[in-house]
């Protein structure tokens, strides 16, 4: 009882507040001025385009300063509720000192502790993607229960302009992420998919790799380049929705298929954790409790099919 009960608590749901937060830090030199600008424009209209109804705030330029992200991310706190969800995006520079990272932006920088207490504050399940340079160095501040933390390098020593940005940009545009098809783009999909572009960029390009990217999201665990859902890495990015595609698109603006749609994704949130409970429970319990969610999940999509 006390597993079945954890599965179905790890659904996340449709009609929950969704607030996506997207910063382009301080460029230093005009072509990385551009480029970052470029990628949060780009991260804001396909985000406001799948999820008309959420909340998108995106900061660049002069706009972009740390009073304005502590605004912002004050507001939500205030409007936020437990089973609300926030997705911040850093893009552009970032700095480690040997003791401290801060995300390079006009005026004062910001620091990961300074980032920490803001986010702190802000009720319900996070995911933080931090595409900077020297990111890695930024998890020892911001991890967290509930907080998922996804950089693009795996400390404060790799300090060069990153790729892994636009790659995590082209996930959301690309439908190949969505390996397992059902026309949802989690945080996990794009994780691996932008890592894996990553890795092959500097294979193709014959350079030695100055960026390794890294997922942490148990809160209490060290971040990991390919995550093992056995292991419990990468459950709560998996029930990050980025993006909706297609079919699953349509649903969520259609009052009538839309708690459809909810209960097909928390469907398949609980056979995810499921899977991770496996080891835990005799062999012929999951066998049933896996066949009930693939039925019910049968059912459900034969709904939406109509």
């Known amino acids: 009882m006390r597993i079945a009960a954890l599965i179905v608590s790890c659904a996340v749901s449709l009609q929950a507040a969704a607030t996506y937060v997207t910063v382009a830090g301080l460029g230093g030199e005009p072509e990385y001025e551009q480029r970052f600008t470029a990628l949060a424009k780009d991260l804001d209209k396909l985000l406001k385009s799948s999820s008309p109804g959420a909340r998108v705030e995106t900061l660049y330029g002069p706009a972009a300063t740390k009073a304005k992200l502590a605004e912002v991310l004050g507001s939500i706190a205030k409007a936020s509720t437990?089973?609300?969800?926030?997705?911040?995006?850093?893009?552009g520079h970032g700095t480690y000192d040997g003791v401290e990272y801060k995300f390079n932006l006009p005026g004062p920088d910001v620091s990961s502790i300074e980032l920490?207490?803001?986010?702190?504050?802000?009720?319900g399940q996070q995911l933080v993607v931090n595409?900077?340079?020297?990111?890695?160095?930024?998890?020892?501040?911001?991890?967290?229960?509930?907080r998922a933390i996804i950089t693009a390098t795996k400390g404060g020593t790799e300090k060069n302009a990153t790729v892994f940005a636009r790659y995590w940009v082209e996930a959301l545009r690309d439908t190949a992420s969505d390996v397992d098809k059902n026309e949802v783009i989690s945080a996990l999909e794009a994780y691996r998919y932008a890592n894996e572009k990553t890795v092959r960029f500097f294979e193709t390009q014959k350079r030695i790799a100055s960026e390794h990217a890294q997922i942490?999201?148990?809160?209490?665990?060290?971040?990991?380049r390919d995550p093992s859902v056995e292991n419990?890495?990468?459950?709560?990015?998996g029930r990050f929705v980025l993006l909706r595609i297609g079919a699953a698109q349509?649903?969520?603006?259609?009052?009538?298929?839309r708690k459809l749609l909810e209960h097909k994704e928390a469907l398949e949130q609980q056979i995810a954790s499921l899977k991770y409970q496996r080891a835990?429970?005799?062999?012929?319990?999951?066998?049933?409790?896996?066949?009930?969610?693939?039925?019910?999940?049968?059912r459900t999509q034969a709904e939406l099919d109509k």
């Open 82 to 91: 437990a089973q609300d969800s926030l997705v911040l995006t850093l893009i």
């Open 116 to 123: 920490a207490a803001m986010l702190d504050r802000i009720p």
């Open 131 to 146: 595409t900077t340079s020297a990111s890695g160095a930024c998890v020892l501040a911001l991890k967290k229960e509930g």
């Open 216 to 224: 942490e999201d148990t809160g209490k665990g060290e971040p990991v």
């Open 232 to 237: 419990g890495e990468g459950l709560l990015a």
């Open 250 to 257: 349509m649903a969520a603006a259609s009052p009538e298929k």
């Open 280 to 298: 835990a429970m005799p062999s012929e319990q999951y066998r049933k409790m896996l066949t009930d969610l693939l039925v019910q999940l049968a």
